[in-house]
């Protein structure tokens, strides 16, 4: 009997011919991550063991994104903590306040190839799937264990498999497709269980729309989100320089890698089956306040807001701001609505400073914040007051995830998201 791409990587890791569902491996990671919220525990912990050295200094990532540039006193603490972690560790990956989010960059700079797996100290760690890698996130104890030990045990989770099938309209992506996804299943559908994402709308889909997908698949209590590599993966590795041929790089466990074998085989076993035809289907709305409470746009033409949010690990790259300065080129937002546009890095930002996205924003009545993921979790920037409703291109709409515990958060791709500043309501594009 086959194995899935996810069972294949968790074999290969472990250094074994075949594993099942169910049962624990102890796997030694390509890439650890960790940031400015469960760094400095990770690090208080890894002391508390008596560690001194992690076991490799070039294979553990630390990005501060979330309080920072810093908010506060307590935020600017926690960085200084990383900061002589990182120095006294010689950790090589460091990127400091601003620099961009964890989850975009680390693709950006090449440190995810197909079939690595890779832990982080952020549940949104999953957005790495869109490259083919087993990644996932754990908590900081976890962490702390794998930065010294150089390894982690796992459950092998169940794999089930997302169809998507048709050719969606121009306003339609990754994030419509996800929520579609969740609203079908719910935030425990997936509980433990890795969500491969396949079909011809996913072959047709761009990379960052798969990054989105990804990034989702904890929204529905996946262990990890995955999209088998193609030829428009290595594409994109190749065009952000990091491209090895389909070849593992040092370290990785795996020689002779090919797309090939990051395949499902054919006699697999799947949990299940879920299968969508996304030919009519319209941009997507998660409603408060789960991200499994999903309605199509044209229901929700009534809902008026104070806010919207356009970024994050979520939709912060760059075809995410072009979607954004598609709709509101010669438009201005709604002078009742704030808009945040936050660049998920800086070479996103770079690159939309040099295509006059910028421009766009800011002649829009637009605010272009730095890279962090401040808004998403209510950490700071964007807070709502009691009452307020935002439309956000983040990832959870959870009581009070944006500030008050009596506001609202309505989740939506770039496209919804821009139109509905234009219109101080929930909109659909073509209306704008």
Known sequence: ???????????????????????????????????????????????????DRVFDPEKVVI????????KDV??????????????????????????????????????????????GGDSHTVTYGALGAFATGVGSTDLAGAMALGEIWLKVPETIRFEFKGKPSR????????????????VSGALYCAMEFGGEAIADLGMDGRFTMCNMAIEAGAKSGIVEPDEKTLAWLAEYGCCRG?????????????????????????????AFDVTDLEPQVAVPHLPSNVKPVSQLRDVKIHQVVIGSCTNGRISDLRAAAEILKGRKVSKWVRTLIIPGSQAVYKQALKEGLIDVFVDSGAVVAAPTCGPCFGGYLGILDEGERCVST???????????????????????????????????????
């Open 246 to 274: 389909t070849q593992g790089g040092p370290g990785s466990g795996i020689s002779s890698r090919t797309l090939d074998w990051l395949r499902s085989d054919r006699d697999c076993t799947y949990k299940s089956v879920i």
């Open 171 to 186: 306003w339609v992506g990754g994030k419509d497709f996800i929520l579609l996804a969740i609203g079908r299943i719910g």
């Open 1 to 51: 009997m086959g194995m899935t791409i996810t069972e294949k990587i968790l074999a290969a890791h472990a250094g074994k011919d075949k594993v099942r569902p169910g049962e624990i491996v102890q796997v030694r990671p390509d890439l650890l991550m960790t940031n400015d919220i469960s760094g400095p525990i990770a690090v208080d912990v890894f002391k508390s063991m008596g560690a």
């Open 63 to 70: 990005v501060l994104d979330h309080f920072t540039p810093n």
């Open 394 to 432: 983040t990832n959870r709409n959870f009581v009070g995830r944006m500030g008050h515990e009596k506001s609202e958060v309505y989740l939506a791709g770039p496209y919804v998201a821009a139109a509905s500043a234009v219109a101080g309501r929930i909109a659909h594009p073509e209306e704008v």
């Open 74 to 119: 307590k935020a600017a603490k926690s960085s200084t903590k990383m900061r002589e972690f990182a120095r006294s560790q010689g950790i090589v990956h460091f990127y400091d306040a601003g620099f961009g989010i964890e989850h975009v960059v680390l693709p950006e700079l090449g440190l995810i190839k197909p079939g690595d797996l890779v832990i």
